[in-house]
């Protein structure tokens, strides 16, 4: 990549955002030396690794990798034939191999989740050193502080021990001697000491002579001697051997813990390749969670779309500033983007946001876009923003801008991007134009991708059909004179120069005199541009207003079809427990009808008439009883304001228990009502219509008894066929079906269940075992339909 080009858009800085999220050194070290690539497929990969170490850390917002040393100096002596570690080294792999085991388990534990791709984890997870046994030896050498342990071996330990001895009865004799000196040649508050590895007692200077021995130091001063007394000399020298021979004992410990780790130094580099690899992808991640970043698709270099949506200069959002977002949408004819507008509108930063997006994604970083982003891999980037002018190299605004225009032409071609700031602008404003034309018309004919800002007129006329070039602008705000920061694509922006120079206070005598000198065809596009965007304020007012109807009238519809399935949801509640009424009704009224006809049967002594009276009397008792208690139930909230007529035929809906009926006869101020094959006589005010007027259903053709109430009309019929029923419809249809038989006086019932599953016959056989009317009951016999029925026998 152009090396200018990455000066200019501060990709360093951009890096080092991202660096200084990384947990470790050697990471942050890693990430500064990123650069962009070209590698299209590689570059998708590396995106892809970033994207699943995002949805890692979904599932563990607070984790983070474990620190780790850096050990490359240990490895490259580990790769040197007769290279002995040295005891912090040992430590320092202890203390990786100890990360390398730590972050291995947190990646297989994410690992073991399903429906979640950890592909690249898992590899990651592959070439870390896991190696229990190693560490274990290892720890076994060295302490927490990295020195050797005592019991890194038994010579050692004996040494050792003697050490301490010795060193105890130097210190003891030493102290003995000082403290039997005269005064005049003891220091105050004096003890021994250790100067140059060697035990020493301090005295004055002039009892040199009187202690002897060998002289290892003095004072500042000069008036105090460190003094190695003659009788500690013997003891000392015992010492120093025993020290040696320490030494040579920690050598060979050292020797064989480097020979045991050296067949494993490339599974080791393999496995700090791994940690730094990790590093920088986490602190990748974190910046695209920091950034609200999503990957963008990478496409080949000679794909011709280029679409950023709510895309964000990284700086910007790394300084907490609320970023007004951007969305740019090149068609493959669209080669050049021409932006306009006024002043501190942001262009700039547009380019370099443009810029810095491309670059950071080509760098495996996920940049501040949103999701849709599609980035083609740019082969080159090259960029002319600033004034780069210089004294020391006699270079002007112009002659920069010039300096790098001709490095743009030699390098632009077809997958590379041009970005230049105020293009053409540096000399006499025509021959610039004219200059910039030619600049971007060479870039449309070379293939290259460009970005361009400008304020000069000629440039905006430039957009034509065919031309390759078009016009964008980053919209103002006319009433408060300040930008908004958005990217408009299809047409010129306005300068707006006049007027920030009449907000600034310029005399109101001198811009009216500006005014009059504006070229007359400046002044007619600035004056178009100004209708034009009132429109477009007017039209985005308009769209705004109706998405915000749409909005309304989604929640009001929303609403109505959450009222509505409450609704229904309490009709079906509504329905089951009628349902459930209305069976028990059935029950009751069974239970009543069948003590009337054994009360029939038993009365033989008594006169006929009386005893039909009375049966009917107790049927009919029952019945208004039952009226009571639904009557009882009502709610006071179910008083009848204006009723609604019903005719024959209506679906109905009784006030009191909700039982709904179809209305089978009128008669003046009350209506008779079948429900479940009974039917009641209810005051008209107790029922209310439950579907449309005109809806009915179709009335029975047979004749109909009036009156009080009525028993089920029932018809006494042979055989009962329960086929097509579920086993909780069983029942009721059986009822009916023993009630007209017992009724007419049949002797026998046939059943018709079918063979199916068998649950239909059960609860066939279950009721009829279960019911006094039937003394028994066989299979169907030869003729009869055999297994599929039952014949009930009657009393």
């Given at each position: 990549m152009n090396v200018h080009a990455l000066s200019v858009l501060e990709f360093e800085q951009a890096m080092e955002k991202v660096a200084k999220r990384a947990a470790n050194p050697l990471g942050r070290e890693a990430l500064r030396s990123f650069s962009p690539g070209t590698d299209a497929s590689a570059l998708r990969e590396e995106l892809a690794r970033v994207a699943e170490v995002l949805l890692f850390l979904e599932d563990r917002p607070d984790w983070a990798p474990p620190p780790f040393p850096d050990v490359r100096s240990s490895l490259r002596l580990l790769a040197v034939e007769g290279g002995i570690l040295e005891a912090l080294q040992v430590w320092e792999l202890l203390r990786f191999l100890d990360a390398s085991r730590e972050l291995s388990g947190a990646l297989k534990a994410e690992a073991a989740t399903p429906a979640l791709d950890r592909s690249?984890?898992?590899?990651?997870?592959?070439?870390?050193?896991?190696?229990?046994?190693?560490?274990s030896h290892l720890a076994s050498i060295v302490d927490e502080e990295g020195a050797i342990r005592d019991s890194a071996s038994p010579d050692l330990r004996s040494i050792r021990g003697r050490l301490r001895t010795i060193r105890g009865q130097i210190v003891r004799k030493l102290e003995g001697y000082l403290s039997s000196l005269p005064d005049r040649l003891r220091v105050e508050n004096a003890s021994v000491s250790i100067r140059d590895g060697r035990y020493v007692i301090p005295i004055r200077r002039e009892g040199k002579s009187h202690v002897g021995g060998i002289i290892h130091g003095e004072s500042s001063t000069g008036a105090t001697l460190f003094v190695e007394p003659p009788l500690a000399i013997g003891l000392m020298n015992e010492l120093r051997e025993l020290e040696r021979e320490e030494a040579r004992e920690i050598h060979r410990i050292l020797r064989e813990v480097t020979g045991r780790l050296r067949p494993l130094a490339g599974e080791l580099d393999a496995g700090l390749e791994a940690h730094v690899d990790l590093d920088t992808l986490w602190a990748r991640a974190l910046t695209a969670r920091a950034w609200q970043g999503t990957p963008p698709e990478l496409l080949d270099s000679d794909d011709e779309v280029v679409r950023v949506v709510d895309g964000r200069h990284p700086l910007l959002v790394e300084q907490g500033i609320d970023v007004v977002p951007f969305f740019l949408d090149l068609l493959p004819d669209e080669r050049v983007v021409v932006v306009s507008g006024p002043n501190t509108g942001g262009k700039t930063v547009l380019l370099k946001a443009i810029g810095l997006i491309h670059l950071l994604a080509q760098s495996g970083v996920v940049p501040p876009v949103g999701p849709g982003t599609r980035l083609p891999v740019l082969t080159d980037v090259f960029a002319d923003i600033g004034d780069e002018q210089s004294i020391a190299e006699s270079l002007s605004t112009f002659s920069a801008h010039l300096a790098n225009s001709i490095e743009i032409l030699e390098g632009a071609g077809t997958g590379t991007l041009v970005l230049m700031d105020e293009?053409?602008?540096?000399?006499?404003p025509s021959e610039g134009a004219a200059l910039a034309r030619a600049i971007l018309e060479a870039l449309v004919e070379r293939g290259s991708r460009a970005v361009v800002t400008s304020h000069l007129g000629a440039l905006k006329r430039l957009d034509a059909e065919g031309s390759?070039?078009?016009?964008?602008?980053?919209?103002?705000?006319?009433?408060?004179?300040?930008?908004?920061?958005?990217?408009?694509?299809?047409?010129?922006?306005?300068?707006?120069?006049?007027?920030?120079?009449?907000?600034?206070g310029l005399p109101a005598r001198v811009l009216d005199r500006a005014e009059e000198l504006v070229d007359s065809g400046e002044l007619d596009v600035e004056r178009l541009l100004e209708t034009l965007e009132e429109k477009e304020r007017a039209l985005s007012s308009a769209l705004s207003e109706a998405e915000l109807a749409r909005?309304?009238?989604?929640?009001?519809?929303?609403?109505?079809?959450?009222r509505r399935s409450r609704l229904e949801e309490r009709e079906r509640t509504e329905e089951a427990r009628a349902r459930e009424r209305t069976r028990q009704l059935l029950l009751e009224a069974r239970e009543e009808v069948e003590a009337a006809i054994r009360e029939v049967r038993e009365g033989e002594g008594e006169a006929r008439d009386e005893i039909e009276t009375r049966a009917r009397q107790r049927v009919e008792a029952a019945a208004r009883k039952q009226r009571l208690e639904d009557v009882s139930v009502s709610p006071s909230s179910d008083r009848p304001g204006t009723l609604?007529?019903?005719?024959?035929?209506?679906?109905?809906?009784?006030?009191?228990?909700?039982?709904?009926?179809?209305v089978r006869e009128l008669r003046e101020d009350r209506v008779t009502v079948e429900v479940g094959g009974l039917r009641l006589q209810l005051p008209r005010s107790e029922v209310e219509r439950t579907a449309p007027e005109g809806v009915s259903e179709r009335t029975d053709p047979g004749g109909r008894r009036s009156g009080g109430w009525s028993a089920p009309e029932v018809e006494?019929?042979?055989?009962?066929?329960?086929r097509g029923l579920r086993v909780d419809e069983v029942e009721l249809e059986l009822g009916r079906a023993l009630d007209g038989a017992?009724?007419?006086?049949?002797?026998?019932?046939?059943?018709?269940?079918?063979?199916?599953t068998g649950a239909v016959k059960a609860r066939v056989l279950e009721l009829l075992r279960a019911d006094p009317r039937v003394s028994e009951f066989r299979p169907g016999g030869l003729g009869e339909g055999g297994a599929g029925v039952t014949v009930a026998v009657l009393k």
């Open positions: 690249h984890l898992a590899r990651l997870d592959d070439r870390l050193p896991v190696k229990p046994d190693v560490e293009v053409g602008t540096g000399t006499d390759g070039i078009v016009n964008a602008s980053l919209l103002f705000d006319p009433d408060r004179i300040e930008p908004t920061y958005r990217l408009q694509k299809g047409r010129p922006g306005r300068s707006y120069g006049l007027a920030i120079a009449r907000r600034s909005t309304e009238a989604r929640g009001v519809r929303e609403e109505v079809e959450r609604a007529p019903v005719a024959e035929g209506d679906r109905v809906r009784m006030r009191g228990s909700g039982t709904k009926g179809v006494a019929r042979p055989e009962a066929d329960l017992v009724v007419g006086g049949l002797s026998e019932l046939r059943v018709i269940h079918g063979k199916g």
